[in-house]
């Protein structure tokens, strides 16, 4: 992820991007020549000539480095999730408050463009169903897929339902020799009474990102890679029969919304550069980014401890 932000900052219009920090030396330097910027030595030098910064470090670091960056009265973005816990989080949050400076957590799909659309056009949803799928990368291994690939839509969805989670129930599968969960499923039970059912995996050999939500009057459809969002309104079914055929049809009206597609990352990035700019913390994480991590602590917790059993 480190290297999809420097692409991004590298190419920005009125950013000056002051250079990278790496703990590898080796990679600090190959990523600053390719990009023609900067490897700075230690963090205390990144700090000393940096205003923000872009965080993308393994989990286990977060809590740490980004307690040096606001105490030093740094403007963090920092890729999710916030922390390790939800204790660790509000001290993060306290202390940007305290500091006066800007935090923004890295939920990507928040900028995606149907994503975006999605709170305008759904107002009662009874099923929700995410799939958030595909092949193994190796890219992240400090942490789970409930943490790496669940995270995303464990956000949206409580963010759009906009109702409490009353209750939930998660299992899930590791591949052999892996320390965390590969594969996950849980189920969200609302207090308004939906029931959104989350799947996700790094072990699908197709990259699946959708999203649908059944409502008393529509269905809608999202998909996140191409950012296309659907609505199904007005839905008809009939089934005809005859001495040798069943024929079943189905009729309704589909929208397609029109989507201003960009690249969410640069959409993020460029967010918050804006709030340094305009030292705007009014949009700054807060309690519904606590929750997020929470909900996804005790998911990955209760399929763990089924691996020990």
Same mark, same amino acid.
């Given at each position: 992820m480190g290297q999809y932000h420097?692409?991004?900052?590298?190419?920005?219009?009125?950013?000056?991007?002051?250079?990278?920090?790496?703990?590898?030396?080796?990679?600090?330097?190959?990523?600053?020549?390719k990009y023609h910027t900067h490897a700075f030595k230690?963090?205390?030098?990144?700090?000393?000539?940096?205003?923000?910064?872009?965080?993308?470090?393994?989990?286990t670091g977060h809590f740490s480095l980004c307690r040096d960056l606001i105490n030093a009265g740094k403007h963090v973005l920092i890729e999710k999730p916030i922390a390790e816990?939800?204790?660790q989080a509000s001290e993060i949050l306290s202390l940007a408050k305290k500091n006066k400076t800007v935090l923004h957590i890295g939920h990507v799909e928040r900028f995606n463009g149907a994503v975006q659309e999605l709170s305008k056009v759904t107002a009662n949803p009874l099923i929700w169903e995410s799939r958030r799928m595909g092949p193994h990368t190796g890219r992240i291994r400090d942490v789970g897929v409930v943490m790496d690939l669940m995270i995303h839509d464990i956000d949206i969805c409580i963010r759009v339902v906009n109702s409490p989670v009353i209750?939930? +129930? !998660?299992?899930? =599968?590791?591949?052999?020799?892996s320390k965390y969960e590969d594969a996950a499923c849980a189920v969200l039970r609302f207090q308004s009474g939906c029931i959104a059912s989350l799947s996700a995996s790094r072990v699908t050999q197709e990259k699946i990102r959708t999203l649908s939500i059944s409502q008393p009057d529509s269905y809608i459809?999202?998909?996140f890679t191409t950012q296309d969002l659907?609505?199904?309104?007005?839905?008809? +079914? !009939?089934?005809? =029969?005859?001495?040798?055929?069943?024929?079943?049809?189905?009729?309704?009206?589909?929208?397609?919304l029109f989507i201003h597609k960009e690249n969410p990352l640069q959409s993020e990035i460029q967010f918050f550069l804006n709030s340094v700019k305009k030292n705007d913390i009014s949009q700054n994480a807060g309690s519904a980014d606590i929750d997020t991590l929470r909900l996804a602590t005790r998911i990955t917790e209760t399929i763990r401890a089924a691996f020990s059993e």
């Open positions: 420097v692409n991004v900052l590298s190419q920005l219009p009125g950013v000056s991007f002051c250079g990278i920090f790496d703990v590898s030396s080796e990679k600090a330097s190959a990523v600053a020549a230690s963090l205390n030098e990144a700090i000393n000539n940096c205003e923000a910064f872009s965080v993308a470090v393994p989990t816990t939800a204790e209750d939930f +129930s !998660a299992c899930g =599968t590791r591949i052999p020799g459809f999202l998909d659907r609505i199904h309104r007005q839905a008809n +079914s !009939a089934i005809t =029969t005859s001495t040798d055929t069943i024929r079943y049809t189905q009729e309704a009206l589909i929208e397609r």
